[in-house]
């Protein structure tokens, strides 16, 4: 399976999404935000970090770049795309996922180990996870998600909610939201659900030796889904 | 505009360093000049009152590949792989803009290690604050917090240990160090020195603009009422721009056009285009007009006093230009030849075709001012009489209660989660623990770093403060399992012009240089900070060491969480009950006077190795050094991390409870052992001759201080995890 990761100027998870893709046995390639053409991919993934520093709004400026064009084309076609953390700003200011990622609510970056909840399996991502709650990684400033109540109305009636801040026995209530996101909404799809939006780092998590493996699952569940 | 010794002295210059000037120049400077001469010769870039003593300190060994003098330290961690690392002060900008004098000191420590060609894998930091009560302490805290946070967080590069202190000798002068470490190939180190006549000097980065002019200079002084009126020298950060640097210059460097690289730090333009010419020993010649600029109609004198951040000075192979500036291009930043190296051992500058400086390198840098102050001697303090009948007044439990959440050893989550520290899909120990630790990308190593000072005990007596903040940092290398390799060393002082100040500079660096020597564990960069005072009061001397060890297998890293229930507990290292100086003295009995612990270099290497050795045997679970707060807080926050009890044997010493809690003995460590290794455990401490206690045994939930006292770990994680969350909220 072919995966290609963009980077952007200021993007600094980049190298980590690659090593974890290759590790769980995708053909990577680094594309650069500059360039025109995609190499031809099963997954495309906007990784997280600080995209043109995060000046104007983050994601805005890395969502008007050169190869966005072929990124939202590709996802038009169908084709998977993923956004991790500052990705997923930027997928949000492409228009290609619903809603928009507000300052986080005690306005104070975040840097911990979450539970998240995942809601919908009936799409590539998460399609046969043997897994209801996932402990994954946050490292954010802006990953408050906020959408209007009608757009809210239409997330739930078409089951975009990928994941949900939860407990560890994946409860949903306020005191574990860490951010203040709406819902407690940490992962959100397209309506077609073959763009996946998240704040979460399944890439931090894929060795015993670091905060956990449960991203050790995802991608080797994402992977059993694209072949 | 006319130089004169009035403006000479308006720009932080002694009289008869004015008149020096004059007599080396044979002639009376220009105003671009003299600023020049106030840049390098401030206390900051020429180590005018430390250079004498810093030549004592130990700066050899087997693995140091560059020790002091470079932009950075740099030691051999095997298989061709190499460490650079440092520590660097930005106390005087942190006090006033808590935001941008920080984010500049993380970006400018970040700058010196990747000028070496090495890729950032970790930052830590040591900030000291005034005393909690003090009305600044929290929007300074919040501020340096958000600003080490801001600037780390975009580069990409975890912030994986610190310490944070609070002192009312801080109250009016903060402390921010900032240390960095980087990885690089031992054969693709680069240094800042020059060679080569006529090669092409390049400046790439950021513009240069106004902001920072006089920032050396402002941080060579001690603050008075006015110190809001000196914003503008702070510099201002952006991550952004650095993040960029980084990748372009790596990537530059991945080919052979470099021969010297220069970050623009501290008197930017000025210092790195005299450093790289004065260790080439040639000249340099710049046209001022080629510099790119932010703002109209900057003049020399700016231009080259700007400390604008995020630029760098190169001087290339010729005919490298265009191919290097096709790297620039791609990540969108300036690059522009800006002059070339000469023969004439000049720094000489342009601008609209007229010189407008030439000064002979050598004056600048070997001529530099350089003064042996007066200090005076300290003495060891006299024990404290204590009346220690007193201490059966005490419950052990409120003591553990009000000590746990003391702002010197409560839980530090609520700074720490704000910094990225798992960036970079390495970090495997993070902080919170002895040491951050970060594996080697895509290797079996990993590489520790801990940070760590104690001003307290340097006050009370700085040759043995010295020493023990030495040993303290191996403690913290040696809990997680890694060998100690070398330090990196900032030193806070007040003023050089106090004698007392002086004294405690001399003194502490003696203590430094003497533990650093016994335990083969060599300073290889530092820097100084002296003028860390407001009017006539100084801070707390705080040297503050960084120390940095080899894993040579992950696998094997050592975190102090207690594991499982039914292993035993030892103590490594003798307990005499050492209260002077203690946190306990300080926080229950309000006392500050009497000695520090005494530091036996000889029980420090000795039980460090020989934990070394049972870590290599693979016999221990989890270990802690006992610092601060002794072996209760020490158990205590092995209880909390690792979620489980210990029942505690009652002490067989002569000394009381109390005393044997909460003393500060040196040289101590906690080590769990299965009870199947115990017996082997046991032989080998016998064998090398260390002292050992077996202490108690892991039980459920509870800890069990005595068959009167019993505290769960629920109630120990409430006192040690409520107070800043409190305070900052």
């Not at chain 1, 928009?100 to 809601?119: A, E, G, T």
């Not at chain 2, 919040?142 to 990409?156: A, D, E, P, S, W």
């Not at chain 2, 000075?313 to 290097?324: H, M, T």
């Not at chain 2, 992950?554 to 229930?565: A, G």
Request: charged residues 25%; contains cysteine.
């Amino acid at each position: 399976m072919k995966s290609s990761v963009i980077t952007f100027p200021g993007s600094n998870c980049d190298r980590d999404m690659d090593v974890a893709l290759t590790k769980f046995g995708f053909k990577n390639k680094m594309v650069w935000h500059d360039d025109q053409e995609l190499p031809k991919s099963d997954l495309i993934v906007l990784p997280g970090g600080f995209s043109y520093g995060d000046y104007l709004r983050c994601g805005s400026m890395a969502s008007k770049s050169k190869i966005m064009n072929s990124v939202i084309n590709f996802a038009k076609s169908g084709g998977l795309v993923m956004g991790i953390c500052n990705g997923f700003q930027i997928l949000v200011e492409a228009g290609l996922v619903p809603g928009v990622l507000l300052r986080n609510k005690y306005l104070q970056f975040i840097c911990k180990n979450v539970h998240v909840k995942v809601d919908n399996k009936e799409n590539t991502f998460f399609k046969n996870l043997d897994k209801q709650v996932l402990e994954f990684h946050i490292a954010h400033n802006e990953g408050n998600y906020f959408c209007t109540n009608d757009q809210l109305k239409e997330i739930e009636d078409n089951n975009q909610i990928a994941i949900y801040y939860c407990d560890q026995n994946g409860n949903t209530n306020d005191q574990i939201n860490p951010n203040g996101s709406i819902k407690n909404i940490a992962g959100i799809f397209n309506k077609e659900k073959n763009v996946l939006g998240m704040m979460p780092h399944p890439e931090r998590m894929i060795d015993e030796s670091l905060s956990g493996e449960d991203g050790s699952i995802f991608f080797k569940n994402l992977l059993n889904n694209i072949k | 505009m006319l130089v004169n010794e009035k403006i000479a002295i308006e720009h932080g210059l002694k009289s008869d360093e004015y008149k020096k000037i004059c007599k080396l120049l044979k002639r009376t400077p220009n105003i671009t000049e003299l600023g020049i001469f106030s840049a390098m010769w401030n206390e900051h870039c020429s180590y005018k009152s430390s250079r004498i003593h810093l030549k004592k300190l130990h700066t050899k060994g087997k693995k140091v590949i560059q020790g002091p003098g470079e932009n950075a330290g740099v030691i051999d961690i095997e298989d061709g792989d190499a460490i650079v690392f440092k520590i660097e002060s930005h106390n005087h900008p942190s006090f006033i803009e808590p935001y941008q004098g920080a984010a500049t000191g993380v970006g400018g420590i970040m700058r010196d290690v990747f000028t070496m060609g090495a890729r950032p894998i970790a930052n830590l930091n040591s900030i000291h604050f005034g005393s909690s009560q003090n009305k600044k302490t929290k929007n300074l805290l919040r501020g340096v917090v958000h600003g080490i946070g801001g600037y780390g967080n975009c580069m990409g590069v975890p912030t994986i240990a610190g310490q944070t202190s609070f002192d009312s000798s801080y109250n009016g002068n903060i402390l921010v160090n900032a240390m960095t470490l980087g990885l690089v190939k031992k054969n693709k180190i680069f240094y800042s020195k020059a060679a080569g006549l006529n090669k092409p000097v390049i400046y790439v980065g950021s513009k240069t603009g106004r902001d920072g002019i006089h920032g050396a200079s402002m941080a060579s002084a001690s603050f008075d009422d006015k110190i809001e009126e000196k914003k503008p020298t702070v510099q201002v950060g952006d991550p952004f721009t650095e993040k960029l640097l980084l990748e372009a210059c790596l990537e530059l460097m991945a080919g052979d056009s470099i021969i010297a690289i220069q970050d623009m730090g501290a008197a930017g333009l000025t210092s790195s285009s005299i450093e790289m010419a004065s260790k080439g020993n040639l000249g340099i010649e710049i046209n001022l007009n080629k510099v790119p600029c932010r703002e109209t109609k900057m003049t020399p004198y700016e231009i080259m006093l700007s400390e604008s951040q995020e630029r760098m000075l190169i001087v290339l192979e010729n005919g490298k230009e265009d191919q290097a500036k096709k790297i620039f291009d791609k990540w969108g930043l300036d690059f522009a030849v800006i002059g070339k190296t000469t023969n004439t051992k000049n720094i000489e500058l342009f601008f609209d075709k007229e010189s407008v400086a030439k000064i002979p390198v050598n004056i600048l840098v070997e001529n530099s001012p350089m003064y042996d102050r007066r200090w005076k001697k300290s003495k060891l303090p006299k024990k404290n009489k204590i009346n220690k009948t007193e201490f059966n007044n005490f419950k052990i439990k409120d003591v553990l209660k009000k000590i746990l959440s003391n702002p010197n050893i409560c839980s530090k989550d609520w700074i720490w989660e704000q910094y990225d520290h798992t960036v970079m899909g390495d970090t495997i120990q993070k902080p919170g623990g002895d040491s951050g630790v970060v594996r080697v990308h895509g290797s079996e190593k990993a590489v520790a770093a801990t940070v760590d000072s104690s001003a307290v005990y340097c006050w009370a007596h700085p040759i043995t403060g010295g020493k023990q903040i030495v040993c303290e940092t191996w403690r913290n290398l040696i809990s997680v399992g890694a060998r100690p390799i070398a330090i990196t060393n900032c030193l806070n002082f007040g003023s050089p012009e106090n004698e007392e100040n002086m004294g405690e500079f001399v003194e502490c660096v003696q203590g430094i240089s003497e533990a650093c020597k016994y335990l083969d564990y060599p300073v290889v960069s530092g820097n100084v900070s002296f003028y860390n005072q407001t009017k006539d009061v100084g801070i707390k001397p705080t040297p503050t060491i960084g120390g940095v060890g080899l894993l040579r297998n992950y696998k094997n890293m050592i975190t102090m969480s207690f594991k499982d229930i039914g292993n035993q507990v030892l103590l490594i290292g003798k307990t005499e009950g050492h209260i002077d100086q203690s946190l306990f003295a300080r926080v229950i009995l309000d006392e500050k006077k009497g000695p520090p612990p005494e530091v036996n270099l000889f029980n420090e290497k000795n039980n460090g190795e020989t934990l070394l050795n049972l870590i290599d045997k693979n016999y221990i679970r989890s270990a802690h050094d006992i610092s601060l707060g002794g072996i209760l807080t020490a158990i205590s926050k092995m209880c909390i991390k690792g979620n489980k009890g210990i029942k505690l044997k009652k002490p067989k010493y002569l000394i009381s409870e109390i005393e044997y809690f909460f003393g500060e003995d040196q040289g101590r460590y906690l080590i769990e052992v299965n009870p199947k290794d115990l017996k082997e455990v046991i032989n080998i401490l016998n064998k090398n001759s260390v002292h050992y206690d077996e202490i108690g045994t892991i039980i459920d939930n509870d800890i069990e201080i005595n068959q009167k006292t019993k505290v769960t770990i629920d109630e120990l994680r409430s006192y040690n995890t409520s107070w800043l969350k409190r305070y900052m909220a």
